[in-house]
């Protein structure tokens, strides 16, 4: 068996880093896990064959209640950035802007922009072996060239932190700088409303209408909230900046993503109330403001969270009915009220 510097074999540096190359840590749980992705494997095989079936149909990916369903039930990995680059309209975009994104690199840059740029190089994912300088090919010039591009695209948004660590997971999936860089654009221009501008108005007024949705679906725990003043922003404010990366295990993320970039922004409110609801009763033990916020950091961890494809069948049972005309309503007046603020 092959021997690293570090004295440990290959095999066990292979099982400490799992396919997408984040490295796992010290406390990871390898027997749940493994049991967990014994039965996930079984799914997986049996959606394949599914998606395999459809993506040769003479229809391909066109919107219906077939395609919404096969999302749902998760995108098998070898299919995931063909469907998300068609769903999200970014292949669209793309094959109607030809060379566009090329032109972007070449163009004339941003010193400021390409200096915030690059200070958050290695602070992205240093978890994850791809990204480090040392791999071979280094991800991280990749992420560079996707983020200056979409910097002088989007010349309102700019760069914002968070943006580096999305960016970064559609590099891992897509592997392809051109595709990242539409999908990018499908979410900040057209998914997720105002999230990234410098006010951040989207963001802040999304905060609100999840604290407007807990109180009509779980209204002791914004009684509680209210009660040792604790703001929305302080629990959920990465859930939303960062779509639930570093926050929920790879795998789901990316079962997260799959429905987000069908249906739509309301899947976050979903997964949030899902999380909140499941684990009312261990948020209500709280009895102050620093324990409220322990207590959401630990409702992002255990089985209920890895077992991704049934946390993904109780987004859609748990919160009940979450329609984007409700979302929408509530948009405008969480919006009205913090402007009116300042």
Known sequence: ?????????????????????????????????????????????????????????NNGIQKSLKVKRYIRKGIPNEHRALVWMIVSGAQANMEQNPGYYHRLLEGEKNDKLVEAIKTDMNRTFPDNVKFRK???????????????AYGHHNKAVGYCQGMNFIAGYLILITKNEEESFWLLDALIGRILPDYYSPAMTGLKTDQEVLGELVK?????????????????????????????IDILPVETVLRIWDCLFYEGSKIIFRVALTLIKQHQAFILEATN??????????????????????????????????????????????????????
Not at 5 to 34: K, N, Q, T
Not at 225 to 238: A, I, K, Y
Request: with cysteine; aromatic share 14%.
């Open 216 to 244: 009509m679906k779980v209204p002791a725990v914004a009684e509680l909230m209210e009660r040792h003043g604790v703001m929305w922003t302080l629990v959920v404010s990465r859930w939303f900046i960062c779509l639930f």
């Open 1 to 57: 068996m092959e021997r690293r510097a570090d004295g440990r074999d290959a095999r066990d540096w292979a099982y400490r880093v799992d396919p997408y190359g984040f490295e796992r840590p010290d406390d990871f749980d390898y027997a749940s896990y493994e049991a967990f992705f014994s039965r996930y494997l079984v799914v997986l095989t049996r959606r394949a064959i599914k998606w395999s079936k459809l993506l040769k149909g």
């Open 289 to 342: 403001f620093p324990d409220i916020c322990d207590k959401f950091k630990e409702i992002t961890k255990g089985t209920f969270v890895t077992e991704c494809h049934s946390f993904m069948q109780k987004i859609f049972t748990e919160p009940g009915s979450l329609s984007m005309a409700t979302i929408n309503k509530l948009r405008e007046t969480c919006c009205e009220k913090l402007l009116s603020q300042g």
């Open 134 to 148: 040392t791999a071979d090919p280094c991800l991280q010039h990749t992420l560079y060239n996707v983020l200056v």
